[in-house]
């Protein structure tokens, strides 16, 4: 029978993630208001020193409310890295704008602030129109009306700061708003800030999968309160104050309830020995590949750019077969689910996705070709002696 299965990253819960969950049964706070939410926002604050969080029940919504605070609307552009996963870019679709697709740079694999800045300036120039959503491609009109530079959306993907100072001085320049699509990334630092506080506003995931998880959750940050403040009220249905319920704005049933946050409380008390986890897992692969490297092949990884410090939440390697004896990323993958260990390719670039094809893309076909010649490695937490050990005899394999 196959052995146990290895996760490409799996929930990895400490000690008192429980004792926060009774604690939530036992006063009856089983609501999506309370104490474990006050608390876990005040974790967050103080962790990626920012003065407001507002937790709420996704990084996806976290995400939506953002644009929904930047006023985006119909008609509106928003500059968003390609390479990433779909929900960066959903919500820019749920408030009816534009995405404009962003190609990465080759340094820490996000968005290319030349590319981004060459997309804002064609959009000034009117050369890029906002496209109707639904409309199928082949019977579209042309459209006439000039799409309106609304924000800008970087994506730290696999925990790898974006070249933030690059994307914040063009953000500058053009006066946009930047939201930070950091739900890969807690515990990742650029320039020794928290990613996610670095731009206007930013938005953590606790998806299960990420490095620390409330099953499911997310947050958004920011130094203006009165963002928050309103992030908090329209995602409780945006009650105005009054006995009975009175509504003047369009609500989201967003927040997160008591008893997630208690699970988040107990993960933020060892989300440093997460990254420290990661980060460990990371420089064993380095370790084995630079070795196969010696021997002839050339398997490159994620690099950390100077100034950068990455949770390192998935090992990332890209290789291209003409450089490794013939030996592909889908050879690797195939050889670890023979032994029942998951691994994954890069994330497909949005702007090849049958959904968003049609929408603009910027760029020299850098995000392409890592998806085409990268995967991730198995990476969790809780990743043990004996599973690596398992892992470099299916590498070893491979790596003849
Ligand atoms: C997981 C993820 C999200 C969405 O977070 P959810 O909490 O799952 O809604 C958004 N962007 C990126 C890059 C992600 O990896």
Redesign the pocket.
């Known amino acids: 029978m196959a052995s146990e299965k290895i996760w490409l990253s799996s929930p990895h819960m400490g000690n008192n993630e429980q004792k926060f969950v009774s604690e939530a049964f036992d006063t009856n706070w089983i609501a999506p208001l309370g104490p474990h939410v006050n608390n876990f926002e005040a974790d967050l604050q103080s962790y990626n020193k920012i003065d407001h969080a507002a937790a709420l029940s ?4 976290a ?1 939506h409310l953002a644009l929904i605070l930047n006023d985006v609307e119909p008609g509106d552009l928003v500059f968003v890295q390609s390479f ?2 779909s ?2 870019v959903n919500p820019i679709i749920y408030q009816g704008a534009t995405p404009v697709f962003i190609d990465s740079e080759k340094d820490s694999w996000n968005m290319c602030p030349i590319h981004l800045e060459n997309a804002i300036s064609s959009a000034l120039k009117g050369e890029i129109h906002p496209r109707p959503v639904g409309t199928p491609a082949s019977g579209e009109q042309p459209q006439t009306t000039i799409g309106k530079p609304k924000c800008i959306m970087p ?1 730290h ?1 696999y925990g790898m700061p974006a070249n933030m100072e690059a994307i914040m001085a063009i953000a500058k320049k053009y006066n946009l708003p930047v939201i930070e ?1 950091a ?2 990334s807690l515990g990742s630092t650029y320039q020794g800030v928290a990613t996610g506080t670095l731009g206007d506003m930013g ?1 953590y ?3 299960g ?2 490095i620390i998880t409330t099953s ?3 947050a958004l940050v920011s130094n203006d309160k009165g963002q928050i403040e309103k992030a908090r009220f329209l995602a409780t249905q945006a009650r105005d104050a009054a006995p009975h319920y009175q509504h003047s704005h369009i609500g989201y049933n967003y927040r997160m309830s008591n008893v997630l946050a208690g699970i988040g409380r107990g993960q933020m008390q060892v989300l440093d020995e997460r990254v420290a986890q990661r980060r460990a897992n990371y420089f064993k692969y380095k370790e084995y590949f630079e070795a196969k490297n010696k021997e002839g092949y050339n398997v490159k990884l994620q690099n950390e750019p100077k100034g950068s410090f990455s949770n390192r939440w998935l090992t990332a390697i890209e290789m291209n077969p003409n450089e490794n004896k013939g030996v592909s990323t889908l050879n690797i993958m195939d050889a670890f689910a023979q032994d029942n260990i998951e691994s994954r390719p890069l994330w497909k670039p949005m702007h090849l996705q049958p959904i968003f094809e049609r929408y603009p893309f910027v760029g020299d076909g850098t995000c392409q070709r890592l998806f085409e010649t990268g995967l991730c490695l198995p990476s969790g937490s809780s990743l043990s002696d004996k599973d690596f050990e398992r892992i470099v005899a299916v590498l070893d394999s491979c790596f003849q």
């Open positions: 996704s990084g996806t919504a995400l990433t996963f929900a960066t994506v993907l699509d739900a890969e938005v995931s606790f998806n999968n990420k499911g959750g997310g």
